[in-house]
C-alpha cells in the first residue's frame, strides 16, 4: 500500500453520499454525482466551469449477430482543462470503449448508445452520426493508440502525414516548418520526416502518432495504452514525453491503461472501470492512499505485486463479468471479499470515500458505513 500502512478498502468514515446518476430503466433521468461535476478546485482536482469532455452514465452496446454484448453499463467520467486523467481497470472492462465512444470511432450499426450522455466543451454529441464526428476529431479531440502501425499509412513517408493533420487544422501554417517543429516536440530528429513507419522503432512510431495528433492542436489528447507495446524503457520515455507535452502546450490528457503504476505516476485524478462500470474516482493521490472500492484495492495488491502467506503474488480471484447478460447488482459481486446483501441485486449508489469531495467510490459497503450520516438515494 502506498504511503505505509494498509487501510484496506472501504474504510470510510465521513461525508455525505452524492446522489447516484441514473441507472437505466431504474430512476429515470437524474444528474450526474455532484462530485464528480465541475465545481470549486479541491485535492488536486483542476476543473472548469465547463470540462472538455463530460461522460454521464453511458450505456453502450455491441449488437453482435448471436450475441449482444453490454460493454458500458453506467461510466461517468469528465476532464478538465490542463488535467491528466486516467482511466484502469483490467481487459474488457470499457475503458477503450467509452474512449473511442468520445471521439465517434466505434463501429457504426454495431456499437448502440442505450442510455446517458457524452459532451464536448459542454455541446451534447451523443447522438452524432458518422459526418459529424470527423469535425472534432484532431480538434478539439485527438486520439493515439496501442498500435501506431495500424494508424499510419505504411507507403506514405511520415512527415506527408504529419502536414496532412497540419493542412486540416492549420491552414496558415508552413507546414515544411511545422512539420520539423513537432518532430522536435516529440524529440525525433528532422530527418524522420523523410521515413516510412516500417523503417522505425516502435518508440519512434509512437512519436510520429503523437506529432499527427499534435499536429491538430487538439485541446484533450486520449492516449489509450500508448506504452503497453513498448520495452520497459521506451514506456517511461513515452510516459515523460506526454507529461513535457502537457506542461508545454497545456492541453488535457486522458490516458488510458491496465498498468496502474503509469497511470499513479502521470495523472492528477483517477478512474477505475470494471465491468463497464465506474465504480471509483478521485485525486490520484487519495485514490492510491485510501482506495474506497475494493477492486481498486485488488489492483492496487496486484499492481504492487504483493506476495501472499505461500508466496504467490496477488492477483483478484475469480473471472470478469459476462457482458451478454446485464446484471442489475454490483457487477464486482461473487468476486468482492467484503460482499454484503444488496451487491448481488441492485448497483450501489456512490458514497465518498476519503477528504477530497471528489473521491468517490461506487460500493454498497461505503454505503453502510455512512448509514446515518446521510439518506442514500439509490
Ligand atoms: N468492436 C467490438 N465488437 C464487439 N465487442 C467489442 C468490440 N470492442 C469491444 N468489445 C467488447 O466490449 C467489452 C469492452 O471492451 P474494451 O475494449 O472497451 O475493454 P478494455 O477495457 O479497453 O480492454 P483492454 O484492456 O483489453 O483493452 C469487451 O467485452 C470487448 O470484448
Ligand atoms: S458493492 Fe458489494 S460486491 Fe460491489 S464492491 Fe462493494 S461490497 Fe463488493
Ligand atoms: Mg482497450
Redesign the pocket.
Known amino acids: 500500500m502506498v504511503d505505509g500502512g494498509d487501510p484496506g478498502p472501504g474504510d470510510l468514515r465521513h461525508g455525505p453520499v452524492p446522489e447516484h446518476p441514473r441507472r437505466r430503466g431504474q430512476h429515470g433521468a437524474q444528474p450526474a454525482p455532484a462530485a464528480d461535476r465541475p465545481g470549486p478546485a479541491e485535492g488536486g482536482d483542476t476543473v472548469t466551469a465547463t470540462p472538455l469532455l463530460e461522460v454521464e452514465d453511458l450505456h453502450l452496446s455491441?449488437e453482435?449477430r448471436d450475441r449482444t454484448?453490454h460493454?458500458l453499463q453506467g461510466a461517468t467520467l469528465h476532464v478538465g482543462r490542463s488535467e491528466i486523467v486516467g482511466i484502469v481497470?483490467?481487459?474488457?472492462?470499457?475503458?477503450?470503449?467509452?474512449a473511442r465512444a468520445a471521439l465517434g470511432l466505434?463501429?457504426w450499426g454495431?456499437?448502440h448508445i442505450t442510455g446517458g450522455a457524452i459532451r464536448v466543451e459542454g455541446a451534447d454529441v451523443t447522438r452524432f452520426g458518422p459526418r459529424q464526428w470527423p469535425k472534432l476529431r484532431g480538434h478539439p479531440l485527438a486520439m493515439v493508440f496501442q498500435d501506431p502501425l495500424s494508424f499510419l499509412n505504411p507507403v506514405v513517408r511520415v512527415g506527408r502525414q504529419i502536414a496532412e493533420g497540419v493542412a486540416k487544422h492549420d491552414p496558415g501554417a508552413d507546414r515544411t516548418r511545422r512539420v520539423a517543429e513537432l518532430l522536435d516536440l516529440v524529440r525525433l530528429p528532422a530527418e524522420v520526416a523523410q521515413s516510412f513507419p516500417h523503417e522505425l522503432s516502435g518508440g519512434m512510431r509512437q512519436r510520429v502518432l503523437l506529432a499527427i495528433a499534435l499536429g491538430c492542436r487538439p485541446k484533450l489528447l486520449v492516449a489509450?495504452?500508448p506504452t503497453t507495446a513498448l520495452d520497459v524503457t521506451t514506456q517511461a520515455d513515452i510516459i515523460a514525453l506526454l507529461r513535457d507535452i502537457r506542461d508545454t502546450l497545456d492541453l488535457s490528457i486522458l490516458l488510458?491503461s491496465?498498468d496502474l503504476a503509469v497511470v499513479a505516476t502521470m495523472c492528477d485524478r483517477i478512474y477505475t472501470?470494471y465491468g463497464?462500470h465506474t465504480v471509483e474516482t478521485g485525486p490520484t493521490a487519495d485514490v492510491l492512499r485510501r482506495p474506497g472500492h475494493p477492486y481498486t484495492y485488488g489492483l492496487m495488491q496486484s499492481a504492487r505485486a504483493v506476495r501472499d502467506e505461500h508466496g504467490r503474488y496477488a492477483t483478484i480471484p475469480g473471472q470478469p463479468p459476462n457482458?451478454a447478460v446485464e446484471f442489475p447488482g454490483c457487477p464486482f459481486s461473487g468476486r468482492c471479499p467484503v460482499e454484503v446483501e444488496p451487491c448481488g441485486t441492485r448497483f450501489p449508489p456512490s458514497a465518498r470515500v476519503s477528504g477530497a469531495e471528489t473521491h468517490l467510490a461506487w460500493c454498497w459497503r461505503l454505503v453502510e458505513q455512512h448509514a446515518g450520516d446521510v439518506a442514500v438515494t439509490a
Do not use: N, R
Not at 481497470?89 to 467509452?98: A, D, F, I, N
Open positions: 455491441y453482435l454484448v460493454a481497470g483490467e481487459s474488457g472492462s470499457g475503458k477503450s470503449t467509452v466505434l463501429p454495431v456499437a489509450d495504452e488510458i491496465h472501470m463497464g457482458l
